[in-house]
């Protein structure tokens, strides 16, 4: 997949503009506080309808006005198209070759996968900012994943609402229990299925860029305790087993104390948890090596390449890292958009930010 063209307007400090990408290296070069991370961001939201540093929508558009939006022409392995979004009054609009669609028909269109100083956040941040990453990047390719996921969200909310009501001798809670049941066991399987897959290509990943001497795994921590393959049956089962042992705490606390809601997952560094004992710069490139992972797993499930983001890439590594970074993507078709404050000594596409206004290079690679 590649991104030929954006179009922006009102985007954080952003001056309106229309850029025409290459299709391999795109690189974005400016000093602190110019835009680097804007326009990866711009990027980022033509995509997904989502920003990889907030989820504060109203933050992306500039000071002072109502509304945004970026579009963008996109080649997949098909044809050429194109995708936008629009952001005004809280509200948003997607497109799909400039026909209005739901989020529906827009998500997972274009496939991108980002890499933010932030992203550290996923060894050391709380459980839920790795259950939404997770979430999302598998429901990014799986269709039915992200169904089964919305429509959990809103039995859960109607199981809590019903045990805070006390209302769990009406029989309508007893179809809400079954549902909540039958889509649970589906999210739990498919995660554990995905945690399997992409814990070796984390391991490789991480072994060929960073450190060949240490095993990196990836551990789905279960409320249902140690799991490894179970079929859905032995899933739902296992959830109701669960339910009945705790449904007095439940009601006690009035919300569901069981279900994937409840879950984690675990980075381990040569069997031990990344985040209490991995050091900094390890705890940096196993991150990186989750989104090269993540970069596969779409391959596989979609068979076409993401495309690939990383932001302010020469604060983040030192120089052996970031050329072996650099090295391992000189080899592999995907296309990348990066921002720095230095010149990286790479044949790309050079696009120079001040104050907001981008202009290209002429040199291209
Ligand atoms: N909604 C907004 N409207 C206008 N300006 C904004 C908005 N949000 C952020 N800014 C400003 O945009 C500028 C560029 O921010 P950005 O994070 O893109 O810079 P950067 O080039 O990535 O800097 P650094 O190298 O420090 O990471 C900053 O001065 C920031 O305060
Ligand atoms: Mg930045």
């Known amino acids: 997949m590649r991104i030929s063209e954006i179009n922006y307007i009102n985007f954080r400090n952003l001056k309106d503009n229309n ?144 045990l805070k009501e006390k209302q769990y001798t009406d029989p309508i809670f007893e179809i809400y229990q079954e549902e909540f049941i039958r889509l649970g066991a589906r999210i739990l399987k498919k995660r554990l299925e995905y945690v399997k897959n992409i814990s070796i290509l984390l391991n490789l990943n991480y072994r060929k860029l960073f450190d060949e001497k240490k095993e990196l795994s990836l551990r789905y921590s279960c409320f249902l305790g140690e799991v490894k393959k179970a079929t859905l049956e032995e899933l739902e089962s296992g959830i109701r087993e669960k339910i009945r042992k705790n449904f007095s705490r439940e009601k006690r606390y009035g919300y569901s104390i069981v279900g994937p809601q409840k879950d984690d997952f675990l980075f381990l560094l040569n069997e031990r948890e990344a985040k209490s004992y991995a050091s900094q710069g390890e705890k940096k490139s196993i991150v990186f090596s989750l989104k090269l992972a993540e970069i596969d797993m779409i391959i596989k499930e979609k068979r076409d390449t993401p495309i690939f983001i990383i932001d302010d890439i020469s604060s983040y590594f030192d120089s052996i890292r970031k050329e072996n970074i650099l090295n391992y993507f000189n080899h592999r078709d995907i296309q990348l958009f990066i921002s720095s404050t230095s010149d990286l000594g790479i044949k790309a596409k050079k696009f120079f930010i001040e104050k907001g206004d981008i202009h290209d290079g002429d040199k291209e690679c």
Do not use: C, M, W
């Open 19 to 162: 850029l025409k990408f290459h299709r391999k290296f795109n690189l974005f070069l400016g000093k602190n506080g110019q835009g680097k991370t804007s326009i990866l961001e711009a990027i980022y939201f033509s995509a997904t309808g989502k920003s990889f540093r907030t989820s504060k929508n109203s933050e992306l558009i500039r000071y002072g006005l109502q509304k945004t939006g970026a579009f963008i022409a996109y080649e997949d392995i098909v044809s050429e198209k194109s995708i936008s979004v629009k952001l005004a009054g809280g509200k948003k609009e997607y497109s799909y070759n400039r026909k209005k669609v739901k989020y529906d028909g827009f998500h997972g269109k274009v496939n991108a996968v980002s890499f933010i100083p932030e992203d550290i956040s996923l060894i050391v941040g709380a459980p839920g900012i790795r259950r939404s990453f997770f979430d999302y990047e598998i429901a990014q390719s799986n269709y039915d994943y992200f169904s089964d996921l919305k429509n959990y969200t809103k039995i859960l909310k109607l199981r809590n609402k019903y």
